[in-house]
Each structure stands twice: as C-alpha cells, then as structure tokens.
C-alpha cells in the first residue's frame, strides 16, 4: 500500500551527522507509525526509532537515544532520522518502515511493521 524510499546515506567521520531521509508514496501516509531499524554487517536487524502517525509520540532504542533524532512532515509524505554524534558502531544499513495504524497515535510495535524500504547505507569511520 505504500512504497518507501530511504536516502541521505554516506561516510562520515566518528562525530559527525547525516540526516537519513524516507520518502513515502501511496495512499495515507499519515494513517501509518513509522520507524527507523538498522542492520549492522553480520548482524540482525534492529530498531532504532519510532514515531507516531501525528508525530507527537517517539520512540528509541538506547544505543541511539539523545542522539538521534526521529520526525516526519505529513505533508510531504517523509519521515527523517536527524543522527548526531556518530559512532563506528552506527555503521549499518538503515531502513525506514511504516506500521498502519486504525486510529491510534502511538509508536507501531515490532510486528506491526508491514512495509519497508530498501535501505540505505550509513558508515562511520574511526
């Protein structure tokens, strides 16, 4: 039902920032949670950050809390992870994905996360 779109990845140097961009296409982007996951090399998929359909509730995992940052702008279909302060450890594959939502405005649970994008590659570098 939607398609997602992840971009604004890149090298950078322990310290810095990139902010990732997910652009949405399809019906009712604000009907659906959106988060933010990672999957460093060889291993699993992890969540970072979640936001809800209004874009008042955020969600985030420790590793990256008080230094990343999730938002969205309904109106233009996206959704954005502001990542400051980068370490080595950040350096992943990062994908945006969208959990719909009936009417709740709260952050989608893990196995609510139906559609995902292609990902887009962060690395870090010492």
């Known amino acids: 039902q939607v398609q997602l779109v992840e971009s604004g990845g890149g090298l950078v140097q322990a310290g810095g920032s990139l902010r990732l961009s997910c652009a949405a296409s399809?019906?009712?982007?604000?009907?659906?949670?959106m988060g933010w996951f990672l999957q460093a090399p060889g291993k699993e998929r992890e969540f970072a950050a979640a936001i809800s359909r209004s874009g008042i509730v955020t969600y985030y995992a420790d590793s990256v809390k008080d230094r990343f940052t999730i938002s969205r702008d309904n109106a233009k279909n996206t959704v954005y992870l502001q990542m400051n302060r980068l370490k080595p450890e950040d350096t992943a594959v990062y994908f945006c994905a969208a959990a719909p939502m009936t009417s709740d405005d709260r952050r989608g649970l893990p196995s609510e996360y139906r559609y995902w994008g292609q990902g887009t590659q962060v690395t870090v570098s010492s």
């Open positions: 399809g019906r009712s982007f604000s009907s659906y949670a």
